[in-house]
Every structure is written in C-alpha cells, then in structure tokens.
C-alpha cells in the first residue's frame, strides 16, 4: 500500500519560512512528484510545485522565486522551501505523487498559516 506523509506544516509571519516534507512509503518509483494547496474557501487545489523524474521542474507564478522544490529518489521523499511567505500562502498543502501507469496519490496534508 502506497502512503504519503506529510511533515513541516505550522504558523509562521509574513516575511518566514517553512519547509514541508513528504515521504512515499510503499513499494512505487513515481514519476512526477509535487504539491498542491488549497486555501480557505476554495474547492479547488492549486498545483504549487512539480518535479518530473527527468529532474524539470515547474512552479505556479505566484511562488515562483520564493518556494523551491527538491526530491531525493533513492528516499523517494520530495520537499518544499517556501520563503518570503506571504498571508496569501495560507492554505493546506497536499503532496502527490503520480507513478508510471499514472495513479495518483495523496497525502493527508498539513496546514500552513501566514500571518500578516
């Protein structure tokens, strides 16, 4: 059974940083690794930042320059520094993993607050 676990979520001021976490557990390689969020009152995630086995990497525009996405394949865990966090980036973030026949996992996520 293939699991994702967050870790590194909290409060932090405007201006902080935070650095998220997740590790894959289960016996999958995937090939695309990311994060996604959700802020409060919309139903829709936003995909925040991707990592592609070919080492490509994409950033949604708004965090472009400020978050930084990373992966250890032999760990199969991937990260996300996030810097110069704004009350806007407030939301619980999800991580996802897409294997090779393209199932999709979540992890449970894990809140981030920004205060002004």
């Known amino acids: 059974q293939v699991q994702l676990v967050e870790s590194g979520g909290g409060l932090v001021q405007a201006g902080g940083s935070l650095r998220l976490s997740c590790a894959a557990s289960?016996?999958?390689?995937?090939?695309?690794m990311g994060w996604y969020r959700q802020a409060p009152g919309k139903q829709q995630r936003e995909l925040v930042a991707?990592?592609?086995?070919?080492?490509?990497?994409t950033y949604a525009d708004s965090v472009k320059g400020r978050f930084t996405i990373s992966r250890d394949n032999a760990k199969n865990t991937v990260s996300l520094q996030m810097n110069s966090l704004k009350p806007e980036d407030t939301a619980v973030y999800y991580c996802?993993?897409?294997?090779?026949?393209?199932?999709?996992?979540w992890g449970q996520g894990t809140q981030v607050t920004v205060s002004s």
């Open positions: 996802n993993g897409v294997g090779y026949s393209s199932t999709r996992y």
């Open positions: 289960g016996r999958i390689i995937f090939d695309v």
């Open positions: 991707t990592t592609y086995g070919n080492g490509r990497t």
